[in-house]
T-cell receptor, first 110, second 115 residues
Framework: SQELEQSPQSLIVQEGKNLTINCTSS?????LYWYKQKYGEGLIFLMM?????EEKSHEKITAKLDEKKQQSSLHITASQPSHAGIYLC??????????FGRGTSLIVHP | ETGVTQSPTHLIKTRGQQVTLRCSSQ?????VSWYQQALGQGPQFIFQ???????GRGNFPPRFSGLQFPNYSSELNVNALELDDSALYLC??????????????FGPGTRLTVL
């Protein structure tokens, strides 16, 4: 089965700082999703990446899928308190069974 | 457009009891997936329903069962509750294209506590 490992597990930054969250897959990724979750709530879709080398941006969040399609990174520029939450990467893999990483908890201090 | 809704929001049960959780999919979505999220973990896929049929299942025992209705709403039933079933249960719906490869829209979840 495919496994996704996220790093770091948690992150505390000062408002205005940049940060990066990584997601590493045990197998080739055939579509990688990034979601944000506020504590105890549902997931909010951020971005989907499918092609090796693909990069997408939404507001101050940029996600990339590396050429070999086994790792993705999520980068937040000039972080704000509204960026706080849990960031999850997910994939369906070749078996179409959805798999998620354990999440990265982000706290942004004003 | 109404998003995915789940009921109840919170539930407390005791070991051995049975529970039914409900989910109304987003308008126009015919696929519903259920996930279990334990504290500090990512969501674990339980199963998916497409046009009222189970369309994929994760590593969960048969005491986890589900239904999808003609209006695409769905139920998750858990029998013989165990302490480890305590978790946030998330429902997600997807539009009519190939479901598991597409964006899923998540509900707010039901927090189940088993005592």
């Amino acid at each position: 089965s495919q496994e996704l490992e996220q790093s770091p597990q948690s992150l505390i930054v000062q408002e205005g700082k940049n940060l990066t969250i990584n997601c590493t897959s045990s197998k080739t990724l055939y579509g990688l999703y990034w979601y944000k979750q506020k504590y105890g709530e549902g997931l909010i879709f951020l971005m989907m990446l499918q092609k090796g080398g693909e990069e997408k941006s939404h507001e101050k969040i940029t996600a990339k899928l590396d050429e070999k399609k086994q790792q993705s990174s999520l980068h937040i520029t000039a972080s704000q308190p509204s960026h706080a939450g849990i960031y999850l990467c997910g994939t369906t893999g070749g078996s179409y069974i959805p798999t998620f990483g354990r999440g990265t908890s982000l706290i942004v201090h004003p | 457009e109404t998003g995915v809704t789940q009921s109840p929001t919170h539930l407390i049960k005791t070991r051995g009891q049975q529970v039914t959780l409900r989910c109304s999919s987003q308008s126009g979505h015919n696929t519903v997936s259920w996930y279990q999220q334990a504290l500090g973990q990512g969501p674990q896929f339980i199963f998916q329903y497409y046009r009222e049929e189970e369309n994929g299942r994760g590593n969960f025992p048969p005491r986890f069962s589900g239904l999808q209705f003609p209006n695409y709403s769905s139920e998750l039933n858990v029998n013989a509750l165990e302490l480890d079933d305590s978790a946030l249960y998330l429902c997600a719906s997807s539009p009519p294209e190939r479901s598991t490869g597409n964006e899923q829209f998540f509900g707010p979840g039901t927090r189940l506590t088993v005592l």
